[in-house]
């Protein structure tokens, strides 16, 4: 095995291990009851929030392209959650939570999905920065959209209105316009949370090391070259774009069926920046450090429920931070010294391992 | 129909231009590359004119000129980076108009860069194996699933890619990130990269740029062993005159975009044009 090929391996072991050992914690501390209520509710948005970051990386950190409108599919998610789900069971009376819940979040990534490939085909063919105008006017236009949709179900059958007055009578609302979706019955639960977590991972990771990932990689780093060598640019593009959109249909969908309503709101603009967010914060490119600074930063705020208010302000506050410390010389020359001790045992120790190497 | 034949009597006889010469050995091969009157203007300023010329199926050609003589230019026309505004590129004999870059490096155009442009972030191997990309196929499902054709493909590319790097002796700096590496080393790991894509003619954009005599000496050894083992032909720009006459067997100097003498190096070296072009004009008196 090759060196390269086991830091992977070693990087992707502590991914699923840290992922694989939080659940069980908390599965514990859950039939324990030794875990607060508050953060019982947060499990099921982390693990959506998880998912989103992590698929928002693999647009940002391994395609290069700066998408800005990743809380618009996870909108379109949450919405055919609500719908699906509403609708098996006044269709065909399904009362099995888990395998509505299952279905749906398939419905929720697949729809993602399709507006993914219907904003890429136009848009992913551009150079330059058109990809993260367009997915921010997608993101709004989704949000107003759904502001004045109105779906329900009436003897069976899914009606589709942009007027409520459009609706029959018989009608029972499951998307109310601007009120949202309403009267969900919350099936979310933090078991399929945790597996839809391993399935992203699973996903980004494996693309990532395969001959579709390196394309994609490739693309991000030097469009020409990458083109000399025969490699489709847009096509990879759009599989990192469309990939991203359907994982985030997926957590949108896990996300809408944790509450009983679901409003447009909840969707806006702050929320594809909150999910960029994350990502920077944990490194693009780096899967493990999405999921540590989704999971931090989704607690977080509850935790710190009186400081709310500077939630912004301390965002900004971290970014910067952030970046001081990853771009500037000084402060890395700073850093350097100060993990200087550690790194040098570390570095004495694979030395050492090595040389027994040799010895054998 | 009679406004066809009408055209056809009005069309004007032109003589295709086969001024360019080819090694002996290639002469019954169909020329790996021929550019017929090609040009391109960029808002008026005609960056390359008129310019002809043949590429045998094994040959190592020069193309040469001073600082802006358009020499790049030439090269982006070749891999479909320009369209041109005139003329035409043929491949094989196959026509390259409206083709995209993806495709021209499909029929067997390879390149390396000027400016550098390696995938910085990626290492050495995952660098050859983009140039692999497109003998080694899977598809993105069996990538992502980890089917039993991933593993199958993976070694071999693995296999591939280590063949291509001991070219250069780069085995070693496989795992290397491919921006860490030292200047020629980076020149190196671009020309394995082409060459992993299968080419039948690679284009060199100033390989010998910022090596030193010795490691001038070693590319041009391997530039003629590259040849020999793989049997492709190889255009190169080089300012370098110890290596363009040491290698190249035809050459074809450019100067403002127009070309000004084509022959062997012995020709090249002897033409008052050239000569001129680059060291300027004997002042009369």
Same mark, same amino acid.
């Given at each position: 095995m090759t060196k390269a090929k086991r830091k992977r391996l070693i990087y992707n072991l502590v991914t699923f291990g840290l992922v694989i050992g939080a659940f069980i914690i908390?599965?514990?501390?859950?039939?324990?009851?030794?875990?607060?209520?508050?953060?019982k509710g947060q499990l099921v948005p982390i693990c959506a929030w998880i998912i989103m970051a992590v698929s928002l990386n693999l647009v940002i950190g391994f395609s290069g392209e700066l998408s800005l409108g990743h809380a618009g599919f996870m909108s379109i998610g949450a919405y055919t959650g609500a719908v699906v789900s509403g609708w098996l069971v006044a269709a065909f009376d399904m009362q099995d939570p888990i395998l509505r819940l299952v279905l749906t979040i398939l419905a929720g990534g697949i729809l993602a999905g399709i507006f993914g490939v219907l904003i890429g085909i136009p848009v992913l063919r551009l150079r330059g920065d058109y990809l993260a105008i367009v997915t921010l006017a997608f993101g709004e236009i989704i949000r107003n959209l759904v502001n004045v949709l109105y779906i329900g179900t009436a003897d069976g059958n899914l009606h589709f209105a942009f007027l409520n007055k459009e609706m029959p009578a018989n009608v029972t609302m499951l998307v109310d316009g601007a009120k949202g979706a309403v009267k969900i019955k919350p099936i979310s639960t933090f078991e399929v949370g945790f597996v839809l977590i391993l399935i992203t991972l699973l996903v980004v990771l494996n693309l990532v090391n395969s001959r579709a990932g390196r394309a994609i990689q490739a693309t991000r780093d030097n469009r020409i070259a990458a083109e000399s060598m025969g490699v489709s640019v847009t096509k990879y593009k759009m599989m990192a774009f469309v990939t991203a959109a359907v994982l985030a249909g997926m957590a949108g969908a896990l996300?809408?069926?944790?509450?009983?309503?679901?409003?447009?709101?909840? *969707?806006? *603009?702050?929320q594809s920046i909150n999910v960029l967010v994350f990502v920077v914060l944990g490194g693009l490119g780096n899967v493990l450090g999405s999921i540590i600074s989704a999971t931090f930063l989704t607690v977080l705020p509850e935790v710190l429920r009186e400081f709310a208010d500077y939630r912004m302000l301390v965002y900004a506050v971290v970014l910067i931070l952030v970046m001081i410390f990853t771009n500037n010389p000084t402060t890395r020359a700073i850093a350097d010294r100060l993990f200087a001790p550690v790194k040098k045992l570390f570095h004495k120790d694979r030395r050492e391992t090595a040389g027994g190497g040799d010895v054998k | 129909m009679t406004q066809k034949k009408k055209h056809r009597s009005d069309t004007k006889m032109v003589p295709v231009p086969s001024h360019s010469i080819v090694p002996e050995r290639d002469v019954n091969e169909i020329p790996v590359m021929e550019t017929r009157h090609l040009g391109i203007e960029f808002g008026g300023l005609k960056a390359v004119d008129d310019f002809n010329l043949t590429i045998g199926k094994t040959e190592i050609a020069g193309l040469i000129g001073p600082n802006g003589a358009g020499k790049t230019t030439v090269f982006n026309l070749l891999t479909k980076v320009y369209e041109p505004t005139s003329g035409a590129v043929l491949v094989n004999g196959q026509d390259l108009h409206g083709m995209s870059i993806v495709q021209a490096s499909r029929l067997g155009i390879a390149r390396t860069f000027q400016n550098i442009r390696l995938f910085d972030k990626m290492t050495v191997e995952e660098n050859v194996r983009i140039g692999l990309h497109n003998q080694i196929k899977y598809d993105m499902f069996t990538g992502i699933l980890r089917l039993p054709r991933y593993w199958k493909q993976e070694k071999h590319q693995h296999k591939r890619a280590m063949e291509l790097l001991d070219i250069f002796g780069m085995q070693d700096l496989a795992d290397e990130t491919a921006g860490s590496l030292p200047y020629g080393a980076q020149r190196r790991l671009e020309i394995v990269r082409a060459l992993a894509t299968d080419p039948k003619l690679l284009l060199l954009d100033e390989?010998?740029?910022g090596m030193n005599p010795h490691e001038t000496e070693e590319l041009m050894e391997n530039i003629a062993k590259i040849r020999d083992q793989f049997q492709i032909a190889i255009l190169l720009i080089e300012h370098d005159m110890s290596l363009v006459m040491g290698v190249c067997e035809g050459i074809c100097v450019l100067n403002f975009g127009k070309i000004i003498a084509k022959g062997t190096a012995d020709e090249i070296q002897a033409n008052p044009a050239v000569i001129e072009a680059y060291l300027g004009k004997k002042k009369e008196g």
């Amino acid at each position: 095995m090759t060196k390269a090929k086991r830091k992977r391996l070693i990087y992707n072991l502590v991914t699923f291990g840290l992922v694989i050992g939080a659940f069980i914690i908390l599965e514990n501390m859950i039939a324990a009851k030794a875990i607060s209520r508050s953060l019982k509710g947060q499990l099921v948005p982390i693990c959506a929030w998880i998912i989103m970051a992590v698929s928002l990386n693999l647009v940002i950190g391994f395609s290069g392209e700066l998408s800005l409108g990743h809380a618009g599919f996870m909108s379109i998610g949450a919405y055919t959650g609500a719908v699906v789900s509403g609708w098996l069971v006044a269709a065909f009376d399904m009362q099995d939570p888990i395998l509505r819940l299952v279905l749906t979040i398939l419905a929720g990534g697949i729809l993602a999905g399709i507006f993914g490939v219907l904003i890429g085909i136009p848009v992913l063919r551009l150079r330059g920065d058109y990809l993260a105008i367009v997915t921010l006017a997608f993101g709004e236009i989704i949000r107003n959209l759904v502001n004045v949709l109105y779906i329900g179900t009436a003897d069976g059958n899914l009606h589709f209105a942009f007027l409520n007055k459009e609706m029959p009578a018989n009608v029972t609302m499951l998307v109310d316009g601007a009120k949202g979706a309403v009267k969900i019955k919350p099936i979310s639960t933090f078991e399929v949370g945790f597996v839809l977590i391993l399935i992203t991972l699973l996903v980004v990771l494996n693309l990532v090391n395969s001959r579709a990932g390196r394309a994609i990689q490739a693309t991000r780093d030097n469009r020409i070259a990458a083109e000399s060598m025969g490699v489709s640019v847009t096509k990879y593009k759009m599989m990192a774009f469309v990939t991203a959109a359907v994982l985030a249909g997926m957590a949108g969908a896990l996300y809408g069926l944790n509450s009983s309503t679901v409003v447009p709101t909840q *969707f806006t *603009f702050n929320q594809s920046i909150n999910v960029l967010v994350f990502v920077v914060l944990g490194g693009l490119g780096n899967v493990l450090g999405s999921i540590i600074s989704a999971t931090f930063l989704t607690v977080l705020p509850e935790v710190l429920r009186e400081f709310a208010d500077y939630r912004m302000l301390v965002y900004a506050v971290v970014l910067i931070l952030v970046m001081i410390f990853t771009n500037n010389p000084t402060t890395r020359a700073i850093a350097d010294r100060l993990f200087a001790p550690v790194k040098k045992l570390f570095h004495k120790d694979r030395r050492e391992t090595a040389g027994g190497g040799d010895v054998k | 129909m009679t406004q066809k034949k009408k055209h056809r009597s009005d069309t004007k006889m032109v003589p295709v231009p086969s001024h360019s010469i080819v090694p002996e050995r290639d002469v019954n091969e169909i020329p790996v590359m021929e550019t017929r009157h090609l040009g391109i203007e960029f808002g008026g300023l005609k960056a390359v004119d008129d310019f002809n010329l043949t590429i045998g199926k094994t040959e190592i050609a020069g193309l040469i000129g001073p600082n802006g003589a358009g020499k790049t230019t030439v090269f982006n026309l070749l891999t479909k980076v320009y369209e041109p505004t005139s003329g035409a590129v043929l491949v094989n004999g196959q026509d390259l108009h409206g083709m995209s870059i993806v495709q021209a490096s499909r029929l067997g155009i390879a390149r390396t860069f000027q400016n550098i442009r390696l995938f910085d972030k990626m290492t050495v191997e995952e660098n050859v194996r983009i140039g692999l990309h497109n003998q080694i196929k899977y598809d993105m499902f069996t990538g992502i699933l980890r089917l039993p054709r991933y593993w199958k493909q993976e070694k071999h590319q693995h296999k591939r890619a280590m063949e291509l790097l001991d070219i250069f002796g780069m085995q070693d700096l496989a795992d290397e990130t491919a921006g860490s590496l030292p200047y020629g080393a980076q020149r190196r790991l671009e020309i394995v990269r082409a060459l992993a894509t299968d080419p039948k003619l690679l284009l060199l954009d100033e390989p010998a740029a910022g090596m030193n005599p010795h490691e001038t000496e070693e590319l041009m050894e391997n530039i003629a062993k590259i040849r020999d083992q793989f049997q492709i032909a190889i255009l190169l720009i080089e300012h370098d005159m110890s290596l363009v006459m040491g290698v190249c067997e035809g050459i074809c100097v450019l100067n403002f975009g127009k070309i000004i003498a084509k022959g062997t190096a012995d020709e090249i070296q002897a033409n008052p044009a050239v000569i001129e072009a680059y060291l300027g004009k004997k002042k009369e008196g």
